[in-house]
């Protein structure tokens, strides 16, 4: 167990709907990074936080979007969801942002959109 | 091409056997990554290299930055050794690349 939690860790949606994301990072974790994983695309960064504030954009889409609380909980909204977009969402945590540091996988959460 | 390759795609060993899966970079990295991804789909981190090499338990890391290469040992390989391994690299953020990793079956 790392420490990160997602919820939920599974969801069924339709095309066009709306869904989001949540993570819990390590407790004292302040980077908080998304990542998709497709069968045909592989692993890809989508974001990253650090402390509340975007640090790092991958291959984002525009109708996926991110935040991070004061809390330092992350959610990943994506929306007008496509076929496409069915795949695992992982959150990630490390306690400082820069790239020496290790990140710990949250468990997952597997999007099907029908 | 991408930037990040591994070799090989699959791996059959049978329990005991010493164990090598490659990584090759194109691109100038500060860091490489190695993660474990079970069969149920949760990722751990194995090693984080800079330089030279890590070992942990039965799991040997090296990275050779000159030669944009890295390699992931397993020594008296088992079958609970059984996932995908994914190599990654940062180049000077902490945005990771990853490779499509090498699945990995350990037979008794």
């Known amino acids: 167990d790392s420490g990160v939690t997602q919820t939920p860790k599974h969801l069924i949606t339709a095309t066009g709907q709306r869904v989001t994301l949540r993570c819990s990072p390590r407790?004292?974790?302040?980077?908080v990074y998304w990542y998709q994983q497709s069968l045909d695309q592989g692993l890809q960064f989508l974001i990253q936080?650090?402390?509340?504030?975007?640090?790092a954009k991958g291959n984002i889409l525009e109708r996926f979007s991110a935040q991070q609380f004061p809390d330092l909980h992350s959610e990943l909204n994506l929306s007008s969801l496509e076929l496409g977009d069915s795949a695992l969402y992982f959150c990630?945590?490390?306690?400082?942002?820069?790239?020496?540091?290790?990140?710990?996988f949250g468990p997952g959460t597997r999007l099907t959109v029908l | 091409k991408n930037e990040v390759e591994q070799s090989p795609q699959n791996l059959t060993a049978q329990e005991g056997e010493f164990i090598t899966i490659n990584c090759s970079y194109s691109?100038?990295?500060?860091?490489l990554h190695w993660l474990q991804q079970h069969p149920g789909g949760g990722i751990v981190s194995l090693f984080m290299?800079?330089?030279g090499k890590k070992k942990h338990g039965r799991l040997i890391a090296t990275i050779n930055i000159q030669e944009k290469h890295s390699s992931l040992h397993i020594t008296a390989s088992h079958p609970r050794d059984s996932a995908v391994y994914i190599c990654?690299?940062?180049?000077?953020?902490?945005?990771?690349?990853f490779g499509t990793g090498t699945r990995l079956q350990v037979f008794p």
């Open positions: 290299l800079s330089s």
């Open positions: 990630a945590s490390s306690p400082r942002e820069g790239v020496y540091n290790e990140q710990f």
């Open positions: 691109v100038g990295i500060s860091a």
């Open positions: 936080y650090y402390n509340g504030e975007e640090r």
């Open positions: 407790s004292g974790d302040l980077s």
């Open positions: 990654a690299v940062a180049r000077w953020t902490d945005k990771l690349i």
